[in-house]
Structure formats: C-alpha cells, structure tokens
C-alpha cells in the first residue's frame, strides 16, 4: 500500500481557513487520494477525493500538486464542529482504506 | 435515509469468549467493510462483504469472521477472544465494489477483560 505522511496535530482559530497538508511520495498514477475524517464518539466519514484536479464541495476543498506528491485539505473556514481527525488515505479503484494515524485538527475558539 | 446502525454501542466480554457484532447498511448499499480501530491508532481493515460473499481481507486470524445477509446487514464475529481484541469496531457500507466513498457506523466499543 502506498503510504501518506501527514502532521499528528495542528490548531486553528474559529472562522479562520485551515490547510491540512498529506504527503505521498510514493503514489502511483492510478491512486486517487481520499480525505476521511472522524469527529469525537463517531465513526469515520467521507470529506473529499480527487486523482489530478483541484476539487471542490460543500464541506472541503482539495488541492493537490502538479507532481501529485503531496496534497492539502483546505477547511474555508474553520468551525468548533471541524475538530476531528483528519486522514488522508490513498486509493487504487476498490482497494480497501488504509488509514494512517491522521492529523488530530483543534479549533480554537 | 437511514444510516449506517450498529448494536450494541458497547460490550464487555471475557478472554476466551465468542462476540457477535451487528451492522445494518444504508438503504441501498449492497457491500460492507468491518474496521478494527485500538486507542490513538486509525481503523485497520478486517475484512468485506459483497452481496453475501467475501471479498477481500486485511491481516486478521480465521478467528474473526463476519456474514452478510440478503437485505445486506452483516455480523461479525470473534472467537476466543483476547485482550488485544478490546477496540472500537467500525462497520461501513457502499454502494458497491467499486470506488464508492464509505458510510461509516457509530462503532462498536469491546472491552475483553
């Protein structure tokens, strides 16, 4: 499995933008790459995904690079309900997930 | 649309007894991932089910094992169990094999003492 590289723990200010950086350096061309993320007390849910092209929707917005090794999870603007772990998670058709250990996002107030 | 259910919420069993963890899938959805999740760590896949066979499975003894039925809810289950199997047990449905995203349950939280 490709592996991602991502920070343990970030903080952010409320109503503020959050970039969360991913790594993946061994990514090949056929692997999109997920963001899931997993509020307190709750099971994982799906944020965003995308294989070449900046994508947008309603919760995120994904950027990735021209070389593909790294992307960013872009939080427009930060809420106390964004606190979550965020897991960048790359993905090959219908590959099972393999989560890492994520960035653990703080909001503060 | 109701999601992703899973009984019970929590459990407490002893070394060397046998569990049995339930999951309803989301209307609609035909496959379901179970996920081991320990303390601080991220969810390790177990295994999946696609309309009532395996498909696919992650690096766990023969002693976990699961079902699907024909309205597509799955079980889980673990024998002999063992400390180390004390987790948050996490179901997820999908529409399908392919590269569908996932809809995780709340989890199941064992506790083997």
């Known amino acids: 499995d490709a592996k991602t590289t991502q920070p343990n723990s970030m903080e952010s200010n409320e109503e503020e933008p959050v970039h969360l950086p991913c790594n993946h350096s061994?990514?090949?061309?056929?692997?999109?790459i997920h963001w899931y993320r997993q509020l307190p007390s709750q099971g994982p849910e799906y944020v965003i995904h995308?294989?070449?092209s900046n994508v947008n929707n309603r919760m995120a917005s994904l950027a990735i690079a021209e070389d593909r090794k790294s992307s960013t999870l872009i939080l427009h603007r930060a809420t106390l309900r964004d606190a979550a772990v965020y897991y960048c998670?790359?993905?090959?058709?219908?590959?099972?997930?393999?989560f890492g250990t994520g960035t653990r996002l703080t909001i503060i107030p | 649309e109701t999601g992703v259910t899973q009984s019970p919420t929590h459990l407490i069993k002893t070394r060397g007894q046998q569990v049995t963890l339930r999951c309803s899938s989301q209307?609609?959805?035909?496959?379901v991932s179970w996920y081991q999740q320990a303390l601080g760590q991220g969810p390790q896949f177990i295994f999946q089910?696609?309309?009532?066979?395996?498909?696919g499975r992650g690096n766990f003894p023969p002693r976990f094992s699961g079902l699907q039925f024909p309205n597509y809810s799955s079980e889980l289950n673990v024998n002999a169990l063992e400390l180390d199997d004390s987790a948050l047990y996490l179901c997820?449905?999908?529409?399908?094999?392919?590269?569908?995203?996932?809809?995780f349950g709340p989890g199941t939280r064992l506790t083997v003492t």
């Open positions: 061994t990514i090949s061309g056929t692997d999109y």
């Open positions: 995308g294989l070449t």
């Open positions: 209307s609609g959805h035909n496959t």
């Open positions: 089910y696609y309309r009532e066979e395996e498909n």
């Open positions: 997820a449905s999908s529409l399908g094999t392919g590269e569908y995203e996932q809809y």
């Open positions: 998670i790359l993905r090959f058709g219908n590959e099972k997930l393999t």
